[in-house]
């Protein structure tokens, strides 16, 4: 009989490259589906009903079965008679993702057959190629078979599905789900005709007619027990007048039967992450299981198989039939499952020491860490390899490659929830570091698919797709090989120029394999932490941080907050010697001249010293023109004389001016009006005469209008207009709107619509609404209208002047710039305190990007509004990664006013991962840090923020607040050197 294949199976296997990347993974699965299919029974209505479902809804559907109803198998006969693809999690070697994104490359863009390394670990790679397949016309539906919640977990990292899904994409999913689906389809009430269908099983199997209607009444649907128990009657191993009530109570009638040695056996494979040797249960055990294994099998519980390894090579494997065995036992025995974890880690340990190069010792690797995570500590046998993770996981890449290594650093990230926090957050930066390292691609698949998309498509945009999948790989060498190979590839079509780009990039990533951004995620977490420390007054801790960032500039911008804190703090000779110790020239200079300034006004001498070394002008000009301004309210001639001594004419034009302002808000009317004529520069001297305008009253106050008039009278040139347009803009301010008209008619064009705009602006701030309005209606250019309306729709909304706010932006011509007005108004409405009027006022605005950026900004406000709308909204006003990004804005705005109930709620419809994560790890926060239960959920969700390198650093700086409530400033101070030594390990 010929093996049925699911049909994206076989749309992979047409692309040779692209199915040798992912075949472990689909041969793994095909095991798994051969099993379902070989026993399975066509099941007609329950067809008929699932597509149904598929008709009428989309999004996500919950696949909802008790286990033994038939859910992955229906599942299977799915993916066998259509072009579904299908994801069998529990049985996909561990490379499911990779082979789930390469059936639905294969079969809606067989162009471009190349599978996105990123979609390893992150959702939203699968979720752009869906974005960029979808066809509402041509549905495409997704099956997966995901891992339950149990004691007993067989994957380390949560599955990277894809959940924010497009039209046209509906996601069939049976198992633990982490969102709220859109729909649900139940087993065994879905199948109408489920009476039919048992009786043909029975049928099919030869079942004696008195057997019949005990086990129809006993099974109540459950397709498994029906299929064991039928078997065990004509084993004898049942009486059909006392059949077991239910799945449970048939394997407790099993496991009750076993004697000790069976028992062991049983939970050593229950326990078991993968099939398991029968040579490493025999040697476990030190029994001779084969006789046990082999009544097993007969009686359906187990599967034993022999798996070529190589030409000589051959292991004979077992596991159990069905998870309901393994699941059984976790419930039923879970103190001798636990011990099971630790002789199966302790006989890993000494048989990979003894011989690791026996083909058993596959298993052992891959498994080792999984029993010691499973194992509690308490148990856990001594001297473990995996006692030291990064030893470990160094030896584990060595040995099976970075996905491996990924692996069991998800299992060591589980497993550091039972110790210090540190280790956890420590183990959680190593985590999401291999997430990104995992991501890999051949140069040969990639130079296979660039070549394939080039006879379907213009060579330019297929190269621009390949290189967009091949930039989620990791910076480094391997990188820059894929590329060379990319490169010779884009050679052999003649494009040359192409072909020499791509070689010098290869070339760049070989000199320096490690990118500013690999730094900068490591640096910006350390800069979270030290900054906390400064938060928390720990000065010296905070120092200590900073000395652990690699980017000098951004080191010293954490010095300079720590000097500014010495010296509000009073600590001025420490703040001196810390400016003093400052690596980065420039950053240095300025935190000197700000110690400089400080030092100076309490007359201690080293102020002037310091003011004297400094070597970056800007720096000592700025420091200059601070102590001239504190010495003009008392002494006007020793400011004017300090301003003077400036090295160059720019800075003592800068020092004037703001000499001029500082005498003016100090009503030193001549002074101020004195300073600003003496600037030399006319552009500057002009804008701080007009400035001054505004600030003096009076003769004065003219008379700067007066001279600035006249300067600008005199001007030709670029300057000229923008000069022009400010004097009118100042005399529209002061009500003079005639004459700042006839300023602005001066020029002509583009200049005049420019002036005209401010002097519109102008005469609405100064309470001239219907001047405003009438230089509005003689302008003819769209674009300075736009923008002058939306300058006077936000100078409306600060007065409260809603209505004529909102006539203002509804008038914007430009879509893009009247739904940014609108939202902006809506946010200061909500801010005002009418929320609910806000987002009546959003609900209006045309631009999805404008209505979501408007509700993310009042997310906190509408939490203490309506959660309830504010919920509904999301579904209302939203969709894709803008919905997600809203409601974990307003998760955490839920959680800040302690409603963390609703907030997990809301948190569990959030689609992107990303955005989940940002809710949950907020909700973990507001945690008791004393409850024992903390440390494990941050576990979990920071197992969630796996997705990369990049995501999980920001996950560590948003737990920093949580890290100080447990450890203090000492466990952040302790973190930042650990995750230094570790990255560069």
């Known amino acids: ?200 099983l029975l049928e099919r199997r030869n079942c004696p007619p008195s057997w019949r209607a005990p086990l129809l009444s006993a099974a109540q649907g459950n397709l498994l027990f029906l299929s064991w128990a039928e078997r065990w009657l004509h084993l004898g191993l049942l009486d059909s007048a006392h059949l077991p009530a239910d799945l449970d109570h048939l394997l407790g009638y099993w496991w009750q039967s076993l004697h000790p040695t069976e028992r062991r056996l049983a939970v050593l494979l229950a326990a078991a992450g993968e099939p398991l040797p029968v040579a490493a249960l025999a040697s476990i055990s030190a029994e001779h299981p084969h006789l046990i294994l082999d009544r097993w099998e007969e009686q359906g519980l187990v599967h034993i198989n022999l798996r070529r390894l190589s030409d000589e090579d051959s292991l004979l494997l077992v596991r159990y039939a069905h998870r309901a065995v393994r699941l059984f036992l976790a419930r039923q025995a879970p103190r001798e499952i636990d011990a099971a974890h630790g002789e199966l880690a302790q006989w890993c340990a000494e048989r990979l020491r003894r011989n690791p190069l026996d083909p058993i010792s596959r298993y052992l690797v891959r498994q080792l860490a999984r029993h010691t995570a499973l194992c509690p500590p308490a148990q856990r046998p001594a001297n473990l390899p995996t006692a030291d993770p990064v030893a470990w996981l160094r030896e584990r890449e060595l040995r099976e490659g970075l996905a491996g290594a990924l692996r069991d650093a998800g299992w060591m990230l589980h497993d550091a929830a039972a110790g210090p926090p540190l280790a956890l957050a420590r183990m959680a930066a190593i985590t999401g570091t291999l997430a990104t390292r995992a991501r890999q691609l051949s140069g040969e698949l990639v130079t296979a698919a660039f070549l394939t998309a080039v006879k379907t498509g213009g060579r330019e945009g297929s190269l621009r797709r390949v290189t967009a999948i091949v930039e989620q790989l990791p910076d480094g060498v391997p990188k820059a090989a894929v590329l060379r190979q990319l490169g010779e590839a884009c050679y052999s079509v003649n494009m040359r120029s192409a072909a020499m780009r791509l070689l010098s990039r290869a070339l760049d990533l070989e000199a320096q394999p490690v990118s500013r951004a690999w730094r900068d995620a490591r640096d910006q977490a350390i800069e979270a932490l030290a900054t906390a420390c400064l938060e928390a007054g720990d000065i010296e801790r905070a120092l200590a941080c900073a000395e652990r960032i690699d980017l000098l500039e951004r080191r010293a911008h954490v010095e300079t907050l720590v000097v500014r804190q010495l010296l509000a703090d009073g600590q001025y000779d420490h703040a001196w010697r810390l400016s003093r110790a400052i690596l980065h020239e420039n950053r240095a200079a300025w935190a000197q001249a700000e110690v400089a300034v400080a030092l100076a006004r309490i007359g201690d001498p080293r102020g002037e010293m310091l003011l004297e070394e400094l070597k970056i002008e800007t720096a000592r000009a700025w420091a200059e023109i601070e102590l001239a301004c504190d010495l003009a309210l008392r002494n006007e001639d020793a400011a004017l004389q300090r301003i003077a001594a400036l090295a160059s004419q720019h800075q003592r034009d800068r020092g004037l001016a703001r000499l001029a302002r500082v005498f003016a808000l100090a009503d030193k009317d001549g002074d101020a009006l004195a300073a600003a004529e003496r600037i030399s520069n006319r552009e500057l001297r002009v804008t701080t005469l007009l400035e001054l305008r505004l600030l003096l009253q009076g003769l004065v106050a003219n008379l700067a209008t007066e001279r600035a008039t006249r300067e600008i009278d005199a001007l030709q040139g670029e300057d000229r207009p923008i000069l022009l347009a400010a004097l009118a803009s100042a005399h529209a301010a002061i009500g003079r709107k005639d004459r700042a008209l006839a300023i602005a008619h001066q020029l002509s064009g583009e200049e005049l619509e420019r002036a005209l705009s ?89 631009l999805a990007a404008e209505r979501g950026r408007a509700l993310v900004m009042i997310a906190p406000l509408l939490a203490g509004t309506d959660a309830a709308l504010a919920d509904r909204l999301a579904d209302e006003l939203l969709a894709g990664e803008m919905r997600s990004r809203y409601r974990a804005a307003l998760a955490v705005a839920l959680v800040e006013r302690g409603d963390v109930a609703t907030a997990a709620a809301i948190a569990r419809r959030i689609r992107r991962r990303n955005e989940r994560v940002r809710a949950e790890l907020a909700i973990v926060a507001a945690l008791d840090p004393a409850d024992p239960m903390t440390l494990p959920r941050l576990a979990t969700t920071l197992g969630k923020a796996a997705i990369g390198r990049e995501e999980m650093f920001h996950a560590l700086g948003l737990i920093v607040p949580i890290l100080q409530r447990i450890g203090g400033t000492p466990l952040l101070a302790d973190l930042a050197v650990a995750i230094v030594t570790d990255d560069r390990a």
């Open 758 to 846: 401010r002097v519109a602006v102008a005469c609405a701030q100064a309470g001239d609404y219907a001047g405003a309005q009438a230089v509005l209606a003689a302008m003819t250019d769209d674009d300075e209208r736009d923008w002058a309306r939306d300058e006077i729709a936000r100078s409306l909304a600060a007065v409260g002047d809603w209505n004529a706010a909102n006539a203002q932006a509804t008038a914007i011509v430009a879509n893009d710039q009247r739904a940014r007005t609108s939202a902006d108004l809506a946010i200061a409405r909500a801010r005002a305190g009418e929320v609910l009027v806000a987002v009546d006022m959003i609900r209006a605005i045309d």
């Open 1 to 200: 009989m010929m093996p049925v294949i699911p049909r994206a199976f076989r749309a992979v296997e047409q692309f040779s490259e692209l199915h040798a990347t992912v075949a472990p993974a689909l041969r793994a699965q095909q095991e798994r589906v051969q099993a379902c299919l070989r026993s399975a029974i066509d099941r007609p209505a329950l067809f008929d009903a699932v597509l149904a479902t598929l008709r009428d809804q989309q999004g996500i559907v919950a696949l909802e079965a008790p286990i033994g109803a038939g859910a992955t198998t229906l599942l299977c006969q799915l993916a066998a008679r259509y072009d579904w693809p299908l994801w069998l999690a529990d049985d996909d070697d561990g490379g499911g993702a990779l082979a789930f994104y390469a059936q639905i490359a294969a079969l809606r863009r067989p162009s471009l057959p190349l599978v996105d390394p990123a979609a390893l670990t992150d959702p939203a790679a699968c979720e752009r190629l869906l974005t960029e397949v979808a066809d509402p016309a041509q549905p495409l539906v997704l099956l997966v078979s995901a891992p339950d919640r149990d004691r007993q977990p067989l994957r380390s990292l949560p599955l990277p599905l894809p959940f924010d899904l497009p039209p046209g994409v509906t996601l069939v999913m049976h198992g633990s789900l982490p969102v709220e689906p859109d729909t649900r389809l139940v087993l065994p009430v879905a199948d109408s005709a489920l009476a039919q269908t048992q009786t043909a």
